[in-house]
């Protein structure tokens, strides 16, 4: 018999009923929140993880972009983005540096978005500099590519010979005997001549005869060599492309005149109307190297590259020279860094100094197919031969040659740096004086007296060590030691999440 329930209990069991329910709903209630939550958890980390993704991905693309070459590899900061990929964006921003010693530096930021997610990689890499090419090593370098055969082999007889002599200075009173003087290395793809005048200090190493006789003051040690030092792959430098600066381009539609001391190329002279007596014979536009207000006291007044304008390449489709009509020397800025590249001929006839140790410049003459005696370097001032001391890396791809390096004005020069050919160092320092005579000197600022005789432009070339010098950071665009070849191999120094 079952006993019916009382009021009293049927109450109770109504609470219980009635709080258990109460119990269970808050119980789902926080289940559900937990599942909620637990799903916005995953879905921003999954939002996370997949930004992070793109950034990486962003990183990537650069990293690709500057090991193919065609990424920032002097100085600079890019940014590029945003670009969108697998459903997100990625923006970066690129930094390219000039570290020490000479090394590359590259840092990434790569900033990943998606779906309201933001993810930052940070890469750091850099690259050792490109070793020089080994003609750039030498303090005389005449590669004498007219006497290569069409299979690349060399004669066993040479036409060409390297000479360095000595003989009487008209400039020195006491008639006494100079000798050209070369402190580095030498290279010929021919034969060497050396007389008792001539000191050579350093390896002379060539492909034919050497003849330097006994060494006396000379401190060289003589090399004959079947491997040919060949000159650099300049068509392979492509520097119509990589140059920072490309002067006739600036230029413009001007057919003469000068540009603004804020456009880079404002250290160049178009076509002055003042020098057509040294300009009417040349196939080319002419670009003066003088720096707008130089003309009267150039050491007062240095060429001075602009803000933008150092540690670049200069190109330029025409001839470039250094003569001044007012003055005869000219000097850089301190920490210039440049590399003037000229695709014609170029014309030295007034000196240009360095004045400090953090300075060097380079000049690189290129052959145009177009011009049939072009990518030479021409020493000496038409009409006074006014050279006496040159500081440059100097690398010809034709010929280094003279011009009217006499008595006039140039009965010695120095060059600290390199007297570079790919063919021939044709530099005529032995003249005649038939008829003694007074002779205005314009690099002494008097009258000499020249007696009747034969006489020899003395000659020294020194080579910078600096571009042996790692920690040293040279100019850009200089050869590499394999042709057309790169810089080291880039390697990442770090890849971290995070700036």
């Given at each position: 018999?079952?006993?019916?329930?009382?009021?009293?209990?049927?109450?109770?069991?109504?609470?219980?009923?009635?709080?258990?329910?109460?119990?269970?709903?808050?119980?789902?209630?926080?289940?559900?929140?937990?599942?909620?939550?637990?799903?916005?958890?995953?879905?921003?980390?999954?939002?996370?993880?997949?930004?992070?993704?793109?950034?990486?991905?962003?990183?990537?693309?650069?990293?690709?972009?500057?090991?193919?070459?065609?990424?920032?590899?002097?100085?600079?900061?890019?940014?590029?983005?945003?670009?969108?990929?697998?459903?997100?964006?990625?923006?970066?921003?690129?930094?390219?540096?000039?570290?020490?010693?000479?090394?590359?530096?590259?840092?990434?930021?790569?900033?990943?978005?998606?779906s309201g997610s933001r993810e930052t990689v940070t890469v750091e890499f850099s690259r050792e500099p490109p070793t020089i090419n080994e003609s750039f090593l030498k303090a005389v370098y005449a590669g004498n590519a007219?006497?290569?055969?069409?299979?690349?082999?060399?004669?066993?007889?040479?036409?060409?010979?390297?000479?360095?002599?000595?003989?009487?200075?008209?400039?020195?009173?006491?008639?006494?005997?100079?000798?050209?003087?070369?402190?580095?290395?030498?290279?010929?793809?021919?034969?060497?001549?050396?007389?008792?005048?001539?000191?050579?200090?350093?390896?002379?190493?060539?492909?034919?005869?050497?003849?330097?006789?006994?060494?006396?003051?000379?401190?060289?040690?003589?090399?004959?060599?079947?491997?040919?030092?060949?000159?650099?792959?300049?068509?392979?430098?492509?520097?119509?492309?990589?140059?920072?600066?490309?002067?006739?381009?600036?230029?413009?539609?001007?057919?003469?005149?000068?540009?603004?001391?804020?456009?880079?190329?404002?250290?160049?002279?178009?076509?002055?109307?003042?020098?057509?007596?040294?300009?009417?014979?040349?196939?080319?536009?002419?670009?003066?190297?003088?720096?707008?207000?130089?003309?009267?006291?150039?050491?007062?007044?240095?060429?001075?590259?602009?803000?933008?304008?150092?540690?670049?390449?200069?190109?330029?489709?025409?001839?470039?020279?250094?003569?001044?009509?007012?003055?005869?020397?000219?000097?850089?800025?301190?920490?210039?860094?440049?590399?003037?590249?000229?695709?014609?001929?170029?014309?030295?006839?007034?000196?240009?100094?360095?004045?400090?140790?953090?300075?060097?410049?380079?000049?690189?003459?290129?052959?145009?197919?177009?011009?049939?005696?072009?990518?030479?370097?021409?020493?000496?001032?038409?009409?006074?031969?006014?050279?006496?001391?040159?500081?440059?890396?100097?690398?010809?791809?034709?010929?280094?040659?003279?011009?009217?390096?006499?008595?006039?004005?140039?009965?010695?020069?120095?060059?600290?740096?390199?007297?570079?050919a790919g063919n021939r160092v044709a530099i005529n320092r032995d003249y005649a004086v038939n008829s003694a005579h007074w002779e205005w000197v314009p690099s002494l600022g008097r009258n000499v007296w020249v007696p009747?005789?034969?006489?020899?432009?003395?000659?020294?070339?020194?080579?910078?060590?600096?571009?042996?010098?790692?920690?040293?950071?040279?100019?850009?665009?200089?050869?590499?030691?394999?042709?057309?070849?790169?810089?080291?191999?880039?390697?990442?120094?770090?890849?971290?999440?995070?700036?």
């Open positions: 018999m079952v006993r019916p329930m009382r009021r009293s209990e049927r109450g109770t069991i109504m609470i219980v009923t009635a709080i258990l329910i109460f119990v269970l709903a808050g119980m789902s209630a926080a289940l559900l929140s937990v599942g909620v939550a637990t799903a916005r958890a995953t879905e921003e980390k999954v939002s996370r993880f997949r930004a992070f993704e793109i950034a990486e991905a962003g990183a990537a693309a650069v990293i690709a972009q500057v090991q193919s070459g065609n990424g920032p590899v002097i100085s600079g900061t890019t940014t590029n983005g945003p670009v969108s990929f697998q459903g997100g964006t990625f923006t970066t921003t690129t930094t390219a540096t000039i570290g020490g010693p000479g090394a590359e530096l590259i840092t990434v930021n790569s900033v990943g978005d998606f007219a006497e290569v055969n069409p299979d690349g082999t060399y004669p066993n007889q040479f036409q060409y010979q390297l000479s360095f002599g000595g003989g009487v200075d008209a400039m020195d009173s006491n008639t006494a005997f100079d000798g050209d003087l070369v402190e580095g290395d030498v290279y010929a793809g021919g034969d060497i001549m050396r007389n008792q005048q001539a000191r050579l200090n350093g390896e002379v190493k060539g492909l034919g005869n050497l003849m330097l006789g006994v060494a006396g003051a000379s401190n060289h040690t003589a090399v004959r060599t079947s491997t040919p030092v060949l000159p650099p792959n300049l068509a392979a430098m492509n520097y119509s492309q990589i140059a920072d600066i490309d002067v006739a381009q600036n230029f413009g539609s001007r057919t003469s005149g000068t540009l603004s001391s804020s456009d880079p190329a404002h250290i160049f002279t178009k076509n002055p109307s003042d020098r057509s007596s040294l300009t009417s014979g040349t196939a080319k536009n002419d670009y003066f190297l003088e720096d707008l207000g130089d003309g009267t006291r150039a050491w007062a007044d240095p060429i001075t590259p602009s803000a933008d304008g150092n540690n670049k390449i200069y190109y330029v489709d025409g001839n470039v020279w250094i003569n001044n009509f007012s003055t005869i020397q000219f000097q850089w800025a301190a920490g210039t860094k440049i590399t003037i590249v000229a695709k014609g001929n170029i014309y030295i006839g007034d000196d240009v100094r360095y004045p400090d140790n953090s300075t060097m410049v380079a000049f690189i003459a290129l052959k145009d197919s177009s011009v049939a005696d072009s990518g030479n370097i021409v020493l000496g001032d038409p009409r006074f031969g006014t050279v006496d001391f040159m500081d440059g890396v100097m690398y010809a791809e034709n010929d280094f040659k003279d011009s009217n390096l006499t008595s006039q004005g140039a009965a010695h020069f120095e060059i600290l740096g390199g007297m570079l009747r005789g034969q006489y020899h432009s003395e000659m020294t070339v020194r080579f910078d060590q600096r571009l042996t010098d790692p920690s040293f950071v040279k100019p850009p665009g200089l050869p590499p030691a394999s042709p057309g070849g790169p810089a080291g191999a880039w390697q990442a120094l770090c890849w971290r999440r995070g700036l």
